[in-house]
T-cell receptor
Framework: AQTVTQSQPEMSVQEAETVTLSCTYD???????LFWYKQPPSRQMILVIR??????QNATENRFSVNFQKAAKSFSLKISDSQLGDAAMYFC???????????????FGRGTQLTVWP | KAGVTQTPRYLIKTRGQQVTLSCSPI?????VSWYQQTPGQGLQFLFE???????NKGNFPGRFSGRQFSNSRSEMNVSTLELGDSALYLC???????????????FGPGTRLTVT
């Protein structure tokens, strides 16, 4: 089974600074998707960014970018110019693209609680 | 387009009772997945329904069951509630078709279940 590990239970950053959240995963599959979800205090899960495993280019969405290292099975999230609204729990998630696997299932890490200081 | 809705948002039940939670997916989505979120275990996959059929199932006891209707709305049922079932239950909808797995699962706001 796939496992996703987030080794940083908590992180903090000063407003306008940059922070990087770490994620590693374990899989024997070659084709898959990786996601970062944000869960603010409202508990609504919101997609931040996605990465296709077959793409070498790192995904970017405005202030959010990833460092995807397929061989190392590493998928970190960088938040630039941090804002107070970025404060939330961030989850790294894995989804298989293998037709013989579980399409409708996301495997989540335990999350990293990000605090943003003014 | 309307998002994923879950009802009720909050629920308090007593041990031994049963509970039914409802999830209405985004229009056109045929897959509904359910997750349990607790501080101790994190986010755990319960099951997924696609076109009224359970397609995948996580490692939960038989007390947890679900179903999906022809309009893709889904319900999950927990019988003989235990204190440990207290959690946030999230449902997520997606297209559910191969070739579209790159698209995200859209999550509902969750149902907070408290078992006393």
């Amino acid at each position: 089974a796939q496992t996703v590990t987030q080794s940083q239970p908590e992180m903090s950053v000063q407003e306008a600074e940059t922070v990087t959240l770490s994620c590693t995963y374990d899989t024997s599959e070659s084709d898959y998707y990786l996601f970062w979800y944000k869960q603010p205090p409202s508990r609504q899960m919101i997609l931040v960014i996605r990465q296709e495993a077959y793409k070498q280019q790192n995904a970017t969405e405005n202030r959010f970018s990833v460092n995807f290292q397929k061989a190392a099975k590493s998928f970190s999230l960088k938040i630039s110019d941090s804002q107070l609204g970025d404060a939330a729990m961030y989850f790294c998630a894995y989804r298989s693209a293998n037709r013989g696997s579980t399409l409708g299932r996301l495997y989540f890490g335990r999350g990293t609680q990000l605090t943003v200081w003014p | 387009k309307a998002g994923v809705t879950q009802t009720p948002r909050y629920l308090i039940k007593t041990r031994g009772q049963q509970v039914t939670l409802s999830c209405s997916p985004i229009s056109g989505h045929r897959s509904v997945s359910w997750y349990q979120q607790t501080p101790g275990q994190g986010l755990q996959f319960l099951f997924e329904y696609f076109s009224e059929t359970q397609r995948n199932k996580g490692n939960f006891p038989g007390r947890f069951s679900g179903r999906q209707f022809s309009n893709s709305r889904s319900e999950m049922n927990v019988s003989t509630l235990e204190l440990g079932d207290s959690a946030l239950y999230l449902c997520a909808s997606s297209w559910g078709l191969w070739g579209q797995e790159q698209y995200e699962q859209y999550f509902g706001p969750g149902t907070r279940l408290t078992v006393t």
